[in-house]
């Protein structure tokens, strides 16, 4: 099972362990999970498109240099512009779409800014607090990612929006 997957399956069982728990630590690591499930998905998915898978290691290399802000921005971009109607802003002029950004591909890159947003206050924010229901909510955000990402993953417009996730920030140079 790939490791998205696996990260997936964990937030479930963290955030299902017990409706009326109060555990910080079981609540605040099944939001962590959540986000990585969805980081990950969208990481092997930028790698595979991007680099091949020989010689072996270089695929995860390309993993890894993956930035949390970059695609954070990223998908920011492409949130707003399914919003709104228009074309990404953080695109260079010669990259075109093939279209508008869809439904899914606003709600993946939404789910990821929120994901993420909801990761860090879990992680470093001992001020707040979280209930079961928020875990089961943002892993259900994160299932809806798996959902709509095997939607939108062969549109044309899925390369572009990979493609943002790792050189969003460097392509304008």
Same mark, same amino acid.
């Given at each position: 099972?790939? +490791?998205?997957?696996?990260?997936?399956?964990?937030?479930?069982? +963290?955030?299902?362990?017990?409706?009326?728990?109060?555990?910080?630590?079981?609540?605040?690591?099944?939001?962590?999970?959540?986000?990585?499930?969805? *980081?990950?998905?969208?990481?092997?998915?930028?790698?595979?498109?991007?680099?091949?898978?020989?010689?072996?290691?270089?695929?995860?290399?390309?993993?890894?240099?993956?930035?949390?802000?970059?695609?954070?921005?990223?998908?920011?971009?492409?949130?707003?512009? !399914?919003?709104? !109607?228009?074309?990404?802003?953080?695109?260079?002029?010669?990259?075109?779409?093939? !279209?508008?950004?869809?439904?899914?591909?606003?709600?993946?890159?939404?789910? *990821?800014?929120?994901?993420?947003?909801?990761?860090?206050?879990?992680?470093?924010?001992?001020?707040?607090?979280?209930?079961?229901?928020?875990?089961?909510?943002?892993?259900?955000?994160?299932?809806?990612?798996?959902?709509?990402?095997?939607?939108?993953?062969?549109?044309?417009?899925?390369?572009?929006?990979?493609?943002? +996730?790792?050189?969003?920030?460097?392509?304008?140079?």
């Amino acid at each position: 099972m790939p +490791l998205a997957e696996e990260l997936l399956e964990h937030a479930r069982f +963290l955030a299902n362990l017990d409706p009326s728990t109060t555990s910080q630590a079981n609540i605040r690591r099944a939001i962590s999970a959540a986000y990585y499930a969805v *980081f990950h998905l969208l990481a092997h998915e930028v790698a595979t498109q991007v680099s091949p898978d020989f010689p072996e290691g270089l695929r995860e290399r390309t993993q890894r240099a993956l930035d949390h802000r970059q695609m954070l921005t990223a998908a920011k971009a492409f949130y707003e512009a !399914g919003q709104a !109607g228009k074309r990404p802003g953080n695109l260079p002029a010669d990259i075109k779409l093939a !279209g508008p950004v869809s439904k899914e591909l606003s709600l993946i890159a939404e789910s *990821f800014k929120d994901l993420q947003e909801a990761r860090l206050a879990a992680d470093y924010d001992a001020l707040n607090r979280f209930d079961a229901t928020d875990a089961v909510t943002l892993v259900q955000r994160a299932e809806s990612v798996f959902r709509n990402w095997k939607k939108e993953r062969e549109s044309n417009n899925a390369p572009v929006f990979l493609a943002s +996730l790792m050189f969003g920030k460097t392509w304008n140079r």
